[in-house]
């Protein structure tokens, strides 16, 4: 194997990681769900499952459709809230954050007290977390018909709301539209780093029935097929802002990796694909670090960015 | 019962033939798996071959032997994941995620009444094995559409059932009429210690309704698709007895009747 000597480190606006790469939240569980097919310390970081202040029971069944090349998903952010959730997982995530892997958490919402309560219940039960994730986009909560950072404005105020309640990092999950003039209000508000994109809101009807295929009209497209768009928006968002970005959309090889680090992001997530694919993300690491070295650099620092027009 | 870890498997395909019209028998070599994998409890299948297609195929399986190291799948083709399946021939290779969920958790005494709609009847095979070592009693209904899409009844005698009663739609074999109809005929004479049921959902509704009226307990086998099979995606939701909702591959997928909302 290339690339023994390639420093494959990166700071995720503070969150260091070994290397660049994350699993996107909602698509890894708690983590150790995947102990049984690789060993997860290997990863930079893995994102949790997004959690409440509250229980949430998310959205009815069915959830789940398949499209070409696709998925989309109508789950709502069910979760046992923060408090179960650190009972429960917490002595796996505090061992995983000692064997070298970071744990980023994310925080979901109804409302902005609610974005308030969640981050203060991790400031005091996470304490194994090295950074939250603030998801202010999914596309299967309702916040008064629209997610909650789905402008600027709005998008700001959440930021505002929350960046004094705790010292950790603080990672912002965009929604796949308006991504350059929401990065900068983020930005302007004390994010240190963001990711992109969510799943994009799409529909799938039975034409049999005239009923959507989920239980609700749309639901949150994700896999192969949507990398193209959240590449390009990483490179939108490379060119608004000056802080981190962590590339998610449609990975499924190391190469789909190596193009959001071109883009602009300096960690990659692995979504959909762990869940089709369970021990995928070893092998896409290990072409990740072949890649580095095949460019003929020493650190993936010096890749990120470095697309050519 | 403890079971072995979702796990990553390498399998070969020995078999896979038509055993009744739509409905196909896949032998695998999957030694591990053949040891781990209890009765009810479920694999998630990769077909090769077309990367559009993402999703993993979630199939239980009707017997496991682990000194031969096979495993035994009934399936029906349904869709162009299960036909692509079907397409499979002896010495082609893939991955399954498995053993996973929870099966069937064997009755304390018996006699036991299977009850089996279409494609339904792996699992319900599975539990006939299940009760034949165990030395209980038990009856099975199987119902399909039609003759040439049954499948189930000759197992279920060749593992000792007492008594095999058959339903079909359009009455080519069997009785024509529902699996619920046979069922309310052998509860009216005989007694039961609990009922374990897999088919379409309206027919299990109707078993579990029968069943509780006879104050049976009930174990069902259920049916959703799935995201990744090992409690990462929460696509699988059930709505659940007292609200909120179980999963289907970590609480399931055989389930207490009485655990669900009907």
Known sequence: MVGKSVSMAVSLGGIQMKNPLNTASGTFGYGWQFESFFDVSQLGAITTKGCSAEPWEGNPAPRLAELPSTIMNSVGLQNPGVASFARQSGPYLSKLDERGCAVICQVAGHSIEEYVRAVELYEELAPFASGLELNISCPNVSAGGAAMGATPAAAAEVMRAVRGRTRLPLVVKMAPHDVAEIARALESEGADALSLINTIPGMAIDVRTRRSRVSRPTAGVSGPAIHAIAVRMVWEAHQAVRIPLCGIGGVTSGADAAEFILAGATAVSIGTANLTNPDCAPRILAELQDWVASQGVNDVNDLIGAFEC | ?262
């Not at chain 2, 020995?14 to 028998?25: D, F, T, Y």
């Not at chain 2, 000194?67 to 029906?76: D, N, P």
């Not at chain 2, 021939?89 to 069937?104: D, Y």
């Not at chain 2, 259920?222 to 659940?240: D, K, L, P, S, T």
Request: charged share 15%.
């Open chain 2, 1 to 262: 019962m403890a079971s072995a870890r979702n796990e990553l498997h390498e399998f070969e395909v020995l078999r896979n033939e038509e055993l009744a019209q739509g409905i196909w028998r896949l032998v695998l070599h999957a030694p591990r798996l053949s040891e781990g994998i209890r009765p009810g409890q479920f694999m998630n299948l990769e077909v090769p071959g077309d990367n559009s297609h993402i999703l993993r195929i979630p199939l239980s399986f009707s017997r496991a032997d682990a000194g031969a190291g096979v495993v035994e799948l009934v399936y029906a083709v349904v869709g162009e994941g299960t036909r692509r399946l079907s397409q499979m021939g002896p010495g082609a290779v893939s991955t399954l995620v498995g053993p996973a969920g929870h099966g069937w958790r064997l009755p304390s005494a018996g006699p036991v009444l299977l009850v089996a709609g279409g494609v339904g009847a792996p699992p319900v095979i599975a539990a006939a094995e299940m009760l034949s070592l165990a030395g209980l009693e038990f009856d099975a209904i199987f119902g399909a559409q039609t003759a040439a899409r049954l499948w189930g009844p000759e197992r279920a005698h060749d593992l000792g059932a007492r008594r095999v009663a058959i339903t079909t739609d359009d009455g080519t074999a069997g009785v024509r009429g529902f699996t619920t109809q046979a069922m309310e005929r052998l509860l009216a004479t005989e007694e039961y210690a609990q009922v374990m049921t897999c088919g379409p959902l309206p027919m299990m509704a109707g078993v579990v309704r029968l069943a509780q009226a006879s104050g049976l307990s009930c174990q069902v086998s259920m049916e959703r698709m799935m995201g990744c099979g090992f409690g990462a995606c929460n696509c699988c939701n059930i709505a659940a007895a007292h609200g909120g909702y179980k999963s289907c591959c970590m609480d399931g997928p055989v389930f207490g009747a009485e655990e669900l909302a009907w």
